[in-house]
């Protein structure tokens, strides 16, 4: 007689293993123990700190596992003037908000608490940021809408924005983006034309150069055309009698 073969053993430990891995994972994403009891509020102005308690309600009593930090984030960003904001949260109960704010390079003229970041964005500011350059975006009684901002290039804007204090020894003066769609600075009382939003770098290069060339030329002109940054055309203002 043959010999009787022996039944292999099946290893059950693998899957064990995961059952528990399973029911722990369930436990920890259902279980009130995790919910957030208390949540830390990082780089918040007093004055948001309304709205962010707000959106906070929301995830009162919440397990850890279940909130989503990308929705909270962009909950958080009703704020314009919020830049980032990152969530985190342990199973222990705590979670951190930090928020970091839009840099802002300029004012917007005529629209009160309206301000333009570093990178073009226009946003809000609950609170009233000084010693900026102007922005103007056409005729003063203009009104901004959606369709205007669209088509305006807030990023060579606040280029500019950013540039002038460096140009006329820390004066913040004024950028404005012309109904005819050019840029124009207003430094000193002159009007400098730089055209449409290219070759702007060499276009303050050569502003640069007449200003070093004659410290007092911005008091002279009233109109200095750069459209060709290298053939400068000025309109001087009449010598006072």
Not at 15 to 42: D, M, Q
Not at 109 to 116: E, R
Not at 120 to 139: A, H, R, W
Not at 181 to 190: K, M, R, S, T
Request: zero cysteines; a positive charge; hydrophobic letters at 40%.
């Amino acid at each position: 007689m043959r010999p009787r073969r022996k039944k292999a053993k099946y290893d059950w430990t693998p899957l064990l293993l995961a059952a528990i891995a399973v029911n722990l994972g369930l436990a920890l994403f259902y279980s009130p123990l995790t919910a957030v009891t208390k949540a830390r509020v990082e780089g918040v102005k007093p004055n948001d700190m309304v709205g962010v308690k707000a959106v906070l309600k929301s995830i009162e009593g919440k397990p850890a596992l279940q909130i989503n930090g990308n929705n909270l984030s962009s909950l958080m960003l009703y704020n314009t003037a919020f830049d980032s904001v990152k969530f985190e949260a342990n199973p222990f109960g705590r979670a951190v908000i930090t928020v970091t704010y839009r840099k802002a390079v300029g004012r917007l003229s005529g629209v009160p608490g309206t301000y333009l970041a570093d990178d073009g964005t226009i946003f809000k500011s609950s609170e009233v940021l000084t010693g900026l350059p102007l922005i103007q975006i056409g005729q003063p009684s203009r009104e901004l809408d959606g369709t205007i901002v669209g088509r305006i290039p807030t990023s060579a804007l606040a280029y500019l924005a950013q540039e002038l204090p460096t140009i006329a020894d820390g004066e913040n003066g004024t950028v404005l983006y012309a109904d005819d769609g050019g840029l124009n600075l207003v430094l000193g009382g002159a009007e400098i034309k730089l055209g449409q939003a290219v070759q702007l770098e060499a276009k303050l290069t050569s502003l640069r150069k007449l200003m070093d060339a004659d410290p007092e030329l911005l008091s002279k002109v009233l109109v200095l055309n750069l459209y060709a940054p290298d053939k400068p055309a000025a309109r001087f203002r009449k010598p006072s009698n």
